[in-house]
């Protein structure tokens, strides 16, 4: 099995050889943390929000969506508690100058634990044969109990010290656990701060009169600041919800995993504001239904878990991620958390405008309650693109490279591909490509080798590809090839179109979550 770190490399260099992702201002040697999609990523990712603005939106009667601006009164990120708490702790190596999340550093030592556990039941798994109970296993094992009481231990003393701003005591929680920066082994560390993770910037002609302003860190505060200019244009009654894709900005200290952890990404946000003493029938309703839409892209059941949150953010009263088995493990994916009535009612303090809405049924004014989703658009498309990539060794002993997109995902739907460059066989095909052209992304290619080209297609995801011979001049029939069994079937032309619809149509996707 190919170690995780090459998987991740091969990730990372597949998607700047076939135009999905470069590292941004590259000819001036890049900017830390900061990529830009390239022809094919961009079509990924529209793909992928159409599949999230789909399913939010067109397929529930009482769900909107809207685009807020980026900037926004400084005094909501004040409501929202961002520029009071908006805080990571930070730490500082001596001698290798780099910086690091201080959490980070811990909960990496505890991941190296977890490790050893899983090696420790992987060994017994492998001496048992049919007969390994693993939950038993788990349960009496003295080495795994260990471990996991270890972990336990380290992992709450860091979350009392983070609660309480015992900043000290983190350090102390490093150096007691021995912990070296990972590069150089150094253990010179600085003393533990916190940092705020929101840029500034300035609106205003003259440094004077200039406002402090902040790039917005979550799209959700665009959601609840229109709040009542969605119900009251709307005329939704509780419960229902705002969506929102877009741009959000953090100065994350640790930005290391490619478009994992970004300094500029995209969110997909929901807020879903419901009757007070509703919220947790209906965040547990929600967390069903975003696993069920993150299943239908068949990445597999396995490559999901929950992670309930033990520790809640204050204004939280239920919280779980939904985790992806990434190249690098299993990480958060997506937020949803119960978020009370805490940002209305902090705008409504902070603004001095009644955010209330009036239940007929209960006959009273009260400060909606909020279920929030919240996925990152890059880190899902990382998800998507690193579990499609696979390298096959065929039949006949040679390798492919392919990249088994959900179909409805993928960029190019379609690739028209004259077998030779004459005898009319471009004109045919072009007629092809100008009749599909109106329905899906499809592209036209006549250099090299079809051989080579199917590959460049398997590259990059294309379902089909279809071929163009001799014989189509006659019978107006092509050769169809599918990307994930590589079977090749003569079809009419005619029929074309339904069958690329057939597969790569939202329907066959949405349906099923
Ligand atoms: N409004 C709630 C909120 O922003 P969050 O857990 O901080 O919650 C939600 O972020 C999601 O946004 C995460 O689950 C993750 O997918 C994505 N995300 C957060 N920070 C990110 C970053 N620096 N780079 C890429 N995606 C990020």
């Not at 022809?39 to 397929?59: D, F, H, S, T």
């Not at 009169?209 to 229109?226: C, K, M």
């Not at 309930?308 to 204050?314: G, P």
């Not at 011979?469 to 339904?498: C, K």
Request: proline share 4%.
């Amino acid at each position: 099995m190919a170690k995780q770190e090459d998987v991740f490399k091969k990730v990372v260099s597949h998607a700047k050889e076939y135009g999905f992702i470069f590292p941004s201002s590259e000819i001036y040697d890049g900017l830390s943390a900061i990529y830009d999609y390239g022809q094919n990523g961009a079509e990924l990712k529209n793909n992928i929000k159409q599949y999230w603005w789909k399913a939010m939106v067109q397929l529930n009667e009482n769900i909107v969506g809207i685009d807020s601006a980026i900037f926004m009164h400084p005094t909501i990120w004040k409501a929202s508690g961002h520029v009071d708490a908006f805080n990571d702790p930070l730490i500082d190596n001596k001698d290798s100058k780099k910086r690091f999340r201080a959490d980070v550093l811990v909960e990496d030592y505890c991941a190296k634990i977890e490790d050893k556990e899983n090696k420790e039941i992987e060994k017994a798994a492998k001496r048992f044969g049919d007969a390994f109970d693993k939950a038993q296993f788990e349960a009496t094992n003295p080495k795994i109990i260990e471990y996991r009481e270890k972990r336990a231990a380290i992992l709450s003393r860091l979350a009392k010290s983070l609660e309480k701003e015992d900043l000290a005591d983190v350090k102390a929680l490093i150096e007691e656990l021995e912990i070296a920066d990972p590069d150089t082994g150094s253990k010179n560390w600085t003393e533990v701060r916190q940092f705020n993770l929101m840029f500034g910037t300035k609106l205003g002609a003259s440094a004077d009169s200039a406002t402090d302003l902040y790039l917005r860190p979550e799209t959700a505060q665009g959601i609840f600041v229109n709040y009542l200019n969605v119900q009251k244009t709307s005329r939704h009654k509780l419960p229902f919800g705002i969506a929102q894709i877009g741009k959000a900005f953090r100065n994350e200290i640790v930005a290391r995993q490619f478009i994992f952890r970004m300094r500029e990404f995209e969110q997909m946000e929901m807020q879903y504001f419901v009757p007070p003493g509703t919220e947790l029938e209906f965040y547990e309703q929600w967390k069903k239904t975003r696993l069920n839409w993150h299943l239908a892209l068949g990445l597999g059941e396995d490559n999901y878990r929950f992670h309930d949150h033990e520790k809640l953010a204050h204004y939280a009263n239920a919280a779980a991620d939904i985790e992806f088995n990434f190249p690098f493990g299993f990480k958060e994916l997506e937020g949803i958390h119960s978020r009370t009535d805490f940002d209305l009612s902090a705008h409504e303090k902070f603004s001095g405008r009644k955010i209330q809405y009036f239940d007929p049924e209960r006959n009273e004014n009260y400060v909606p309650y909020v279920v929030e989703t919240s996925v990152g658009l890059d880190r899902l498309f990382l998800a998507i693109f690193s579990n499609s990539l696979k390298d096959e060794v065929l039949e006949d002993g040679s390798e492919r490279t392919v990249l088994s997109l959900p179909p409805a995902l993928a960029p190019v739907k379609a690739a028209i591909l004259p077998l030779v460059k004459k005898d009319g066989l471009p004109e045919f095909a072009d007629k092809i490509f100008n009749d599909l052209k109106f329905d899906f992304n499809v592209f036209y290619e006549e250099k090299d080798a079809i051989g080579k080209r199917y590959r460049r297609q398997d590259a990059i995801g294309t379902p089909f590809c279809i071929t163009v011979d001799h014989d189509s001049l006659n019978d107006n029939t092509v050769t169809i090839r599918y990307r994930d069994t590589m079977q090749q079937e003569r079809v009419p032309v005619s029929q074309l179109r339904r069958i690329i619809d057939e597969k790569v149509n939202f329907r066959t996707l949405l349906s099923k979550i």
